[in-house]
T-cell receptor, first 115, second 113 residues
């Protein structure tokens, strides 16, 4: 049973560019959350998608947007990249029990470097 | 969600018990204590959770004080593979609390041979 799959694992972008990160949730999970983790810090919640809609959002600007497809996979898009967007981007999937706090499965993340 | 305080780093000898403390003095009655860990180059992994009773599973034990203002995660026989950042998270169990996990800085546990 595959866990959460994220792609790509690493990428380098230039300031001002746009990037799309992808996530396939664990089998049986229907909810996808995205987190940003700066070096040396804990993950910070960006937003969560359920039934193809953004259900909750953290304190991130509109440059960060997402999408969820009918097969529950998800994309994170970041426009007008800034140097400060360099981070590890984590995807977490969950089922109904995800709301209970212990049902989250995380991927290994995408390391984004903005130069 | 209640705020948590953890020491930034700890060392533990291989084979010994690792005791990781967490302070959550503002925890409310319906909030659970969750522990996740993040091994280098991986995403966080769920370990254990509890409300007020001590809990044990195949990975660890969780001891919560009677006043629930602090807790300790215990890895009974730490191995080198337990070297990771450990996050203590306090959150309500139900949907009304929102659906995200709020991570602090965690404790970086180094298990040494």
């Amino acid at each position: 049973d595959a866990g959460v799959t994220q792609s790509p694992t690493h990428l380098i972008k230039t300031r001002g560019q746009q990037v799309t990160l992808r996530c396939s949730p664990k089998s049986g999970h229907d909810t996808v959350s995205w987190y940003q983790q700066a070096l040396g810090q804990g993950p910070q919640f960006i937003f969560q998608y359920y039934e193809e809609e953004e259900r909750q959002r953290g304190n991130f600007p509109d440059r960060f947007s997402g999408h969820q497809y009918p097969n529950y996979s998800s994309e994170l898009n970041v426009n007008a990249l800034l140097l400060g967007d360099s981070a590890l981007y984590l995807c977490a999937s969950s089922g109904g029990q995800g709301a209970l706090g212990y049902g989250y499965t995380f991927g290994s993340g995408t390391r984004l470097t903005v130069v | 969600d209640a705020k948590t305080t953890q020491p930034p780093s700890m060392d533990c000898a291989e084979g010994r018990a690792a005791n990781l403390p967490c302070n959550h003095s503002t925890i409310s009655g319906n909030e659970y204590v969750y522990w996740y860990r993040q091994i280098h180059s991986q995403g966080p992994q769920y370990i254990i959770h509890g409300l007020k009773n001590n809990e044990t599973n195949e990975m660890a034990s969780l001891i919560i004080t009677e006043d629930r203002k602090s807790s300790t995660l215990i890895l009974p026989h730490a191995t080198l593979r337990d070297t990771a950042v450990y996050y203590c998270i306090v959150r309500s169990k139900n949907n009304n609390a929102g659906n995200m996990l709020t991570f602090g800085g965690g404790t970086r546990l180094m298990v040494k041979p």
